[in-house]
């Protein structure tokens, strides 16, 4: 006892554990390895984001704007390709301030991702269903090699780089912003170094590598201590935007903490996430601060287990529940919504178009489900578990309550392992579980970002490619290759909307509830950091404001 | 034994016991809305359509249950070991006492918890025979918790065979059966109800700090997961209320079933 | 062959029953892979898994021993640790143990003297309801009230929070089974004996009944030791203390049978090795071990 109180008297000469601006994170990130990465990849955004770049950015109004490349060229061959010329800055050095960024670090950092975890991601570069398929067929690493010299992503000159895409992709420039396997690898660096001794570059930082393009870079990562420690690189060619009397945080410690707003009380940490349904409906603080993701959170629906294969009967389901009651009183305020495309989103369905998909009418759904062979069995719906800033457990219990009123009765089972359980299938065939609810996100501002999930490969776990002898599915696709390939603006965002309402309406797989914020506090010293709409926390204009920074 | 030598301590721990069974039933299944409406503690953040008293006293009774059954399952398994080392003897019980230490050894909360995980996966795969969430935590509970009751019943007849009575009937040519049932049992019994009410607290706990890290999954709520779900509300201004009756209620018990477990433990050691 | 070296094999085969016992039992969980991604992993990139892992292969449970002596990081992908890093949470872990352990033994003679004072006064009710709180609160509720105050201060002072947090229940365990031995030893005849010599009360507590009561400690240092480590998994949850614990929890949490086969071994090992040590302790503290053994 007499040690533990002298060592806590100890402890007020201000003494700190770590330098810097703290900023606790949910999750610690799992590599540094940008390019190869991993599905576990939402983790590492915040790193990557504050120490890379691409080729380019997002305004705040999600136009895309020139990051890397300053300005570019678009066009098509007579095959039907598309072609994309990308003028470098000439100004920009990796964090060495030596290493020019040339069209080469592209090209090595694209190969190595389409070698990758998450080699899919790049899926729309011209050559690169060959390479994926020899990795599957385990092809020796020579015919690998050519084919990645076959891909469509070449250095022309050291300042420009032309990527071809297998057909047009009007979602590509967009992707290139924030999807950090499009980012660059320091190939001058690299050179020579065998795939385990790449790993090892960026997975240990030392002696100022890995290099970094972005304002902050990363000087140390603790894996065993579970830190992460930005330090300030005086060479980007991007730093934040500085005031009169700001200056950028020398040091930045990312760290993870079960009890990161009690920290936040008492100002041992800067910047932290409210996550927390008890957090969110008590007092609010007044440095709380909310951010609109886009995002969708939606009750997902089992289109292979009776009585719920009919498609009346999901539509039924979705005409059930209110979703203004839904979300009454849970979080400061909150956005219900029928829709897949959140109305904000560049090409989202117009009021008058989302009147259309299958909304709240109970008189309706009561006639609906009114004797519906099979509905007597109880339905079993599974969400995952845990605290988290969408108020799961909440809504659960009161979809269950709303379906109660109109004679369904539903089960609740939170899940620790909700992906496992979501996947899983019962001995007869089709997933055990009958719905399930899930928060889909944006990685970039284009309606794509929020199909990719329902397509064939995508995760949904649904089975409704199987419906219909997966004639709607195959329509569904179709309409959404097309739109995706059309140039024409208005003509693209027609053709979305049409794949919406397949998806919502006549197939009603899902049925949307509300469009989810983040909140967060963060100190008024502190400028510049920001969670965006990808729910990504960007740190790449952050900050100290005029007054030296009190941390304790 | 007759009743009157049971201790009074014993007593205020059974009345405690089961005055706080009753009101959970009461609240939690005879009179539930009664605790909805008229709750001092408010609704429950994380379950804002049911209240803090609701869940706390519902989820006692879940508790409960789930506390006697698989504290009496680990204590019919313990008795059950020791009884048939004790009959076998020589190596057969060095070695049976072996594996009693060895599982005594691993940390309950560790075992359950991979119990549960590998449990959760047959119960999904459809094999477990229609064994529920509340049968697996049962089931799970009661395959850790036998050991300490095998090591200490084993003890306890040890001790019994050894004292003179015994060694008289035996002499008298009594057989094995008619000792255990006329000598050894009647001596046993208020020992193994001691032992039985040790258990149901360790259980409780158990599976509340199993929730802590997210694994169980008792449907409905029961008192464990409910403190081991909604602990982090501690932190928050107001959370107290949330979690301190859930708490309150588990010393409670936990208080209860150790004064009669240890009364009636020293009152047969004192025999 | 000298009995204490056969009891060293017996407690010694529990290590490798466990680590094939762990891996067996995780390796027949599903394996997550998809978590949160839009599109589904390629299924050769599954396969690679489940070759990582050993899954399928005749000595697969060998796999990660394998690894962890080729200094490779256990565990799928990018995640998982190497050995390096398993030593260095493991000794963190260790330490809040032994700091626990030592808090632990003071809250137990704290408590068993205060128990005898209580006795005989009024207070004797709060030797049953201190042990009950003690009993009642889970870890994660003294730890939860104590962490805001100590996270993030350095100093070691989560660490000694967490061991201050996990020592109560232990502690206040110990401190009933030495209470109650004391109670038994002092009614004996060689304590009124020596009292009626004219030793004072303390003399013969400390020269007579203490080390006659120590033997019953000794027992209890295993199970204790046990609800040390168990408790710690929480405390270092709660305190952010990235150690062994913390580690364990998440492995298992996350299936990763590699980083749960090898910590479960380790933690296997640390119990024996605990064992052993209150072997010979007792040893060297009680003569009737001494004298069972010749």
Redo the contacts between chains.
């Keep these: 006892m007499l040690v533990l109180v002298l060592v806590a008297g100890g402890c007020r000469c201000g003494f700190q554990p770590d330098p810097g601006v703290k900023v606790v994170v949910p999750a610690m990130p799992t590599t540094l390895d940008w390019s190869y990465s991993d599905p576990h990849s939402w983790a590492n955004y915040p790193v990557m984001l504050a120490t890379q770049r691409g080729l380019t950015t997002l305004a705040p109004d999600h136009s895309v704007q020139p990051g890397l490349a300053e300005r570019w060229e678009r066009s098509r061959t007579a095959t039907g390709q598309e072609v994309y010329t990308f003028h470098l800055r000439q100004d920009v050095h990796w964090s060495d301030g030596v290493t020019p960024l040339t069209a080469q670090d592209f090209v090595i950092g694209w190969h190595r991702a389409l070698q990758g975890r998450e080699r899919g991601e790049l899926a729309d570069l011209a050559g690169s269903d060959e390479v994926l398929d020899l990795q599957e067929k385990g092809a020796p690493p020579e015919q690998l090699k050519a084919a990645l010299a076959r891909t469509g992503v070449e250095a022309l000159d050291p300042h420009t780089l032309r990527v071809t895409l297998a057909r047009p992709r009007n979602y590509f420039l967009a992707r290139l912003a924030n999807v950090y396997l499009f980012f660059p690898a320091p190939s001058a660096v690299l050179a020579g170094k065998t795939e385990e001794q790449v790993r090892d570059y960026f997975d240990r930082p030392r002696e100022g590598h890995p290099l970094a393009l972005g304002p902050y870079r990363v000087e140390n990562w603790d894996r065993a201590g579970e830190r992460v420690r930005l330090v300030h690189n005086p060479h980007s060619a991007f730093q934040p935007p500085l005031a009169p009397g700001e200056r950028p945080a020398p040091v930045l410690t990312l760290l993870k903490s079960e009890i990161g707003p009690a920290l936040y009380e008492r100002g041992r940490v800067d910047f932290v996430f409210v996550d927390s349904a008890v957090a969110l409906q008590g007092r609010r603080p007044e440095d709380l601060q909310r951010e609109p993701l886009l995002s969708t959170y939606f009750l997902a629906i089992n289109t292979e287990r009776p009585p719920l294969d009919r498609p009346e009967v999901r539509r039924a389901l979705s005409r059930a529940i209110d979703r203004e009651a839904l979300m009454k009183g849970l979080l400061p305020a909150a956005r219900p919504s029928h829709v897949l495309l959140p109305p904000e989103l560049p090409g989202a369905a117009s009021p008058e178009e989302a009147a259309r998909l299958p909304h709240f009418d109970p008189e309706r759904a009561r006639a609906e489900l009114a004797n519906v062979p099979g509905l007597d069995r109880p339905l079993r719906l599974v969400y995952r578990s845990g605290d988290s800033f969408v108020p799961e457990v909440a809504i659960a219990e009161r979809l269950a309550a709303q379906l109660a009123a109109v004679g369904v009765k539903v089960t609740l089972d939170a899940r620790s392992d909700f992906s496992a359980e979501v996947a899983r299938r019962s001995a007869e065939g089709p997933r055990a579980y009958d719905l399930y609810l899930r928060r889909l996100g944006a990685d970039y501002a284009h309606p794509n970002t929020f199909f990719t999930l329902f397509e064939r490969t995508g995760l949904h776990q649904t089975g409704w490619e199987t419906q219909q002898g997966g004639e709607p599915m195959d329509r569904f696709e179709r309409l959404l290759d097309e739109a995706d390939a059309e140039p024409d603006e208005a003509r693209s965002r027609a053709l979305y909307v049409q794949a919406q309402a397949v998806l919502l309406d006549e197939m009603a797989v899902i049925a949307p509830l509300y469009h989810p914020d983040r909140y967060f506090r963060t100190r008024a010293s502190l400028r510049g950091v920001d969670v965006d709409p990808f729910n990504f926390l960007s740190l790449r204009e952050l900050r100290l404001g005029p007054a030296p920074a009190e941390v304790h | 034994m007759s009743a009157h030598r049971i201790p009074t301590r014993a007593w205020v721990g059974l009345v405690l016991l089961v005055g706080l069974g009753l009101a959970s039933w009461l609240a939690g299944r005879v009179f539930p809305e009664a605790l909805a409406h008229t709750c001092p503690l408010g609704m429950d953040p994380t379950h804002p359509d049911r209240s803090v008293c609701e869940l706390a006293f519902g989820g006692l009774w879940v508790s409960l249950a789930i506390g006697l059954t698989a504290g009496a399952l680990s204590t019919v398994l313990g008795l059950g070991v020791a009884m048939s080392a004790r009959a076998a003897g020589g190596t057969v019980e060095h070695w049976v006492l072996r594996a009693v230490d060895a599982v005594f050894a691993l940390p309950d909360v560790l075992v359950v918890m991979v119990l549960q995980l590998a449990g959760q996966s047959v119960l999904d795969a459809g094999h477990a025979g229609g064994l529920g969430p509340f049968g697996l935590m049962v089931v799970s509970l009661a395959l850790v918790g036998w050991a300490g009751p095998a090591r200490m019943f084993r003890n306890r007849l040890a001790t019994l065979e050894g004292q003179e009575f015994i060694a008289a009937s035996r002499a008298l040519g009594a057989g094995r059966w008619h000792l255990l049932r006329v000598h050894l049992w009647p001596a046993l019994r208020p020992f193994v109800l001691a032992v039985f009410l040790s258990r149901l607290p360790t259980a409780i706990l158990t599976e509340s700090t199993v929730s802590f890290f997210g694994i169980a999954r008792m449907e409905p709520m029961s008192l464990g997961r409910y403190l081991g779900t909604s602990y982090a509300a501690l932190i928050y201004e107001g959370g107290a209320r949330v979690v301190l009756p859930a708490w309150g209620l588990l010393v409670l018990l936990v208080l209860g079933a150790s004064l009669s477990s240890q009364a009636l433990g020293a009152g047969t050691r004192r025999a | 062959m000298p009995p204490a070296l056969l009891r060293l094999g ?1 407690q010694l085969v ?1 290590v490798p ?2 680590a094939i016992a ?1 891996y067996f ?2 390796a ?3 394996l ?14 599954l396969a690679s898994y489940r070759r990582d892992l050993g899954l399928g292969q005749p000595l697969g449970f060998l796999r990660p021993w394998e690894k962890l002596f080729r200094g490779e990081r256990l565990g799928t ?3 998982g ?1 190497t050995g390096d ?1 398993l030593l ?2 493991l000794s963190g872990s260790v330490g809040v143990g032994l700091v626990a352990l030592v808090l632990a033994l ?1 809250w137990a003679l704290a408590f068993a003297l205060l128990r005898a004072r209580w006795r005989r006064s009024r207070l004797s009710v709060l030797g ?2 201190l ?3 003690a ?7 003294p730890a ?2 104590l ?11 989560p660490e ?2 967490a061991a ?1 947090v996990i020592s109560v229940w232990p502690g206040i365990f110990l401190g009933t089974l030495v209470a109650d031995a004391l109670d038994t030893e002092l009614a004996r005849d060689y304590v009124r004996t020596a009292l009626g010599k004219g030793l004072s009360p303390r003399a013969v507590l400390w020269r007579h009944v203490l080390p006659n009561v120590l033997p019953a400690l000794l027992d209890a240092v ?2 204790v030791a ?2 040390l ?2 408790g710690s ?2 405390a270092e ?2 305190f ?1 203390l ?1 150690y062994f614990g913390q580690l ?2 998440l492995a ?2 996350q ?1 990763q049978v590699a980083v749960v086969v090898v910590a ?1 071994t380790v ?2 090992s640390l ?1 024996v090795l605990v ?1 052993l040590a209150v072997e010979l302790v007792r040893l060297l503290v009680d003569p009737r071990a001494r004298e069972a053994r010749s």
Aim: charged share 15%; glycine share 8%; no cysteine.
């Design positions: 017996r529990l029953i466990v762990s039992l995780m027949a969980l599903p997550t892979t998809a978590d949160d991604a839009k599109r589904q992993v390629a299924p050769e990139v992908s990018a995640q640790i890093e260095w949470k003071g049953d309801a042990p009950a709180a009993f009642g609160t889970p870890v994660f509720i939860l009230l962490a805001p105050a100590v996270v993030e201060r350095g100093h070691l002072l000694l929070s201050l295993g199970p046990t609800a480590l168990a998994f929480a949850r709660v952010g990235p364990y929890v298992v949490l299936k479960t933690f296997a119990l064992g």
